[in-house]
């Protein structure tokens, strides 16, 4: 069985800051790990993905995660926050053998930026 | 560019109407999702299908049915619908476990 756990339901940084969004995930077969991010109305939009190879991952709006096998993260991180980053983010876990395969997501991190 | 429509944003109905909401994704995907979100609880499976004809329950599936001909239309159907159905539809489309790509979303509201 997989799940995902992200940690914290609100985080606020101000503009310019570091911005860390944890997510925590379990998982008995290699995952495929995702992060989302939803603007208010929209639709949920790909960052970033992992599948395999590289553990450190780059994504749109320069954001970053690193696939840490040892501790079962992907935290999501960005050097300095904008107030565009202001959105709804959802980690995601899904098993890479399977072809019809269900994406499990957290319960997803609201992030406000302070100007 | 993967393109997932759903035929509307915002729809009003009232309490025992039958909906449909339809959602067509251009990028021949095999497999297609139908989520409901609401405040505080994140995305629910509601049903998906991952070839024509073919469907499976998702988390709560009670209230809802599908319908899937095509392999671009996967539809959603709201028998009766309730106040309690009151929410965000996202449809989605994948390929294999890799990546789901969403539609922008349709608010439903039962009143």
């Known amino acids: 069985a997989q799940s995902v756990t992200q940690l914290g339901s609100h985080v606020s940084v101000s503009e310019g800051a570091l911005v860390l969004l944890r997510c925590n995930y379990s998982?008995?077969?290699?995952?495929?790990l995702f992060w989302y991010v939803q603007y208010p109305n929209q639709g949920l939009q790909l960052l970033l993905k992992y599948t395999t190879g590289a553990t450190l991952v780059k994504g749109i709006n320069g954001f970053e995660a690193e696939f840490k096998k040892s501790e079962t993260s992907f935290h999501l991180t960005k050097p300095s926050a904008h107030m565009s980053d202001a959105a709804e983010y959802f980690c995601?876990?899904?098993?890479?053998?399977?072809?019809?395969?269900?994406?499990?997501f957290g319960s997803g991190t609201r992030l406000s930026i302070r100007p | 560019d993967v393109k997932v429509t759903q035929s509307s944003r915002y729809l009003v109905k009232r309490t025992g109407e039958k909906v449909f909401l339809e959602c067509v994704q251009d990028?021949?995907?095999?497999?297609m999702f139908w989520y409901r979100q609401d405040p505080g609880l994140g995305l629910r499976l509601i049903y998906f299908s991952y070839d024509v004809k073919m469907k499976e329950k998702g988390d709560i599936p009670e209230g809802y049915s599908v319908s899937r001909e095509k392999k671009e239309r996967f539809s959603l159907i709201l028998e009766s619908a309730s106040t309690n159905q009151t929410s965000m539809y996202l449809c989605?489309?994948?390929?294999?476990?890799?990546?789901?790509?969403f539609g922008p979303g349709t608010r439903l509201t039962v009143t």
């Open positions: 989605a489309s994948s390929w294999g476990a890799d990546e789901q790509y």
């Open positions: 990028m021949d995907h095999e497999n």
């Open positions: 998982s008995s077969v290699p995952p495929y």
């Open positions: 995601a876990v899904s098993p890479f053998y399977s072809s019809a395969s269900k994406i499990i």
